[in-house]
């Protein structure tokens, strides 16, 4: 019977975790590594936590999730009543993170619910897990609490590998662990920096009692691991709270945590802190986004001017989107503007003024030609990304992206963030996939990995799922590591 292990280290930068295994500081993720293999995936986006797991665990894009992003608005329910509507408003942060299982669209599945021998050790998405199945639930909750009042982060992992090696032990067929010791620390101290690489060097001492373990009891050959991460970070060293930079046009603005504005004119969404999407006229229920052309018109939020140009002027944004009125996705930037659309399966970019996704001019290709013409350019797949964050209905009718070394949330923002993710630049959508099989060259994403890992469990992968069957672990031969273990943050 095969079994398979998804170790998510969250926030870890491949170009970090390989410059540590030259070191040396990692040996048993190494001699893991020697049998195996390693490359670079492109992850979901916003990259940020929580939203990033879902490909891993559903084997689809956050869009079709039906979850946008960490925090969003229900434009078709929400009318301004801050008691009565608040349920319309979510964080994924707070009280509300328990709601994240029931807001995964109903016809997605997700591992645990196709695995019913599976269990989740830390893991914020457990639709599918039984608490027999879910044991460190209330564990998770004390050491985040802790970790986020004390920047103390270390037991959270610990805890971790408590459960980790008590699954391991007994007869599960896919344990998921996720370790947040990474992402803290690079959060208050930097994605390269001492905490983050003591963290690390704890899970690969983790993953040699794993493998040793695995070893005695006859099953190191028929076990599948796999050490992920759901996205990068960067520095930041300028914070633009984008909800005041709105208040500052003079648009009242909600956002989080005081999520009440008396007829407010817009409700700003940030996520990790690098992308926010932006609902125009929130207390205005209505189904349809407005578009790009729309939004440009002072009336949309009430200014006295097109504030979508004043945005782009900003040296913290490198992108925004919005659906256009000519179809598709319009994309724009200081570099000019742009429209991604998709048909029979191809997806185009044809920049009307500059090139904002900066491929060189006009592109045309298959989601995979996507993924394999920009997997290390500077924003990795953004056509697939961008098409599946405007494919579900709670989507903001605007995407603000951060460029890098900036972010969307200052005075709420507690501990202050050091580095941060969430954008759709290099450094925070590549991630490191280090396997215990060999990994194929070509390109991809973290939604490839559900099939893969549901064929080395030897089960069914369902159809309407985004990831594709790019690499079978059953069936893999050894052969050089890929390019792209290679390139990372090139």
């Not at 891993?56 to 801050?82: E, H, K, M, Q, V």
């Not at 109903?106 to 989740?120: C, D, K, M, N, R």
């Not at 005695?216 to 691991?225: F, N, P, Q, V």
């Not at 009242?252 to 992308?275: D, F, I, L, Q, Y």
Request: charged share 25%; proline share 7%; hydrophobic share 40%.
């Amino acid at each position: 019977m095969n079994r398979c292990f998804l170790l998510l280290v969250d926030g870890l930068r491949p170009d970090v975790a390989q410059r540590r295994l030259e070191l040396g500081d990692l040996p048993h993720l190494a001699s893991m590594l020697r049998r195996g293999g390693r490359t670079t995936a492109i992850t979901g986006f916003p990259s940020t936590t929580s939203v990033a797991y879902l490909p891993f665990l559903t084997g689809c894009a956050p869009g079709r999730c039906d979850i946008p992003s960490i925090r969003w608005l229900d434009r078709t329910t929400y009318g301004g009543r801050w008691w009565r509507d608040r349920a319309a408003v979510r964080s994924y942060c707070g009280y509300q993170a328990p709601m994240l299982d029931t807001d995964i669209n109903p016809a997605v599945q997700t591992i645990f619910e196709l695995v019913p021998e599976s269990v989740g050790i830390f893991t914020p998405v457990a639709r599918g897990l039984d608490r027999s199945r879910d044991p460190s639930r209330l564990e998770r909750r004390i050491w985040g609490s802790v970790a986020h009042a004390a920047k103390w982060h270390q037991p959270s992992d610990d805890s971790v590998a408590r459960h980790l090696l008590r699954a391991a032990a007994q007869d599960w067929r896919f344990v998921f662990a996720q370790f947040p010791a990474v992402d803290g620390y690079t959060h208050q101290s930097g994605h390269d920096s001492a905490p983050v690489h003591r963290a690390l060097r704890k899970v690969d001492e983790t993953v040699g009692r794993l493998r040793d373990l695995l070893r005695r009891r006859g099953e190191l050959e028929r076990s599948l691991i796999l050490l992920v991460s759901d996205h990068g970070a960067s520095p930041v060293h300028t914070h633009l709270d984008l909800a005041d930079w709105f208040r500052v046009q003079g648009v009242p603005t909600m956002s989080h945590p005081v999520v009440w504005e008396r007829k407010p004119r817009a409700a700003v969404m940030v996520a990790g802190n690098g992308s926010a999407m932006v609902y125009a006229r929130p207390d205005d229920r209505r189904s349809r986004r407005w578009s790009f052309e729309r939004l440009r018109q002072p009336q949309a939020f009430g200014s006295d001017c097109d504030l979508l140009a004043l945005l782009v002027a900003e040296p913290a944004v490198t992108l925004i989107a919005a659906e256009s009125e000519h179809g598709g996705i319009a994309v724009a930037s200081g570099d000019g503007e742009a429209r991604v659309h998709e048909e029979n399966g191809m997806i185009e970019y044809r920049p009307w003024a500059g090139d904002p996704l900066q491929m060189g001019g006009a592109w045309k290709g298959s989601s995979r030609d996507w993924l394999d013409q920009t997997w290390n350019g500077a924003f990795p797949d953004a056509a697939f990304q961008l098409l599946d964050q405007f494919r579900t209905r709670r989507t903001g009718d605007l995407l603000v992206v951060a460029r890098e070394g900036y972010d969307f949330r200052d005075r709420f923002e507690v501990p202050e963030h050091r580095a941060g993710h969430g954008s759709l630049i290099r450094v925070h959508m590549q991630t490191p996939v280090w396997a215990s099989e060999p990994v194929p060259s070509s390109a991809l994403r973290t939604v490839d990995l559900f099939p893969a890992m549901l064929s080395w469990l030897g089960l069914p992968v369902p159809d309407d799922i985004d990831g594709e069957r790019v690499w079978n672990p059953a069936h893999s031969v050894p052969e050089r590591p890929s390019r792209r273990a290679v390139e990372i943050g090139a």
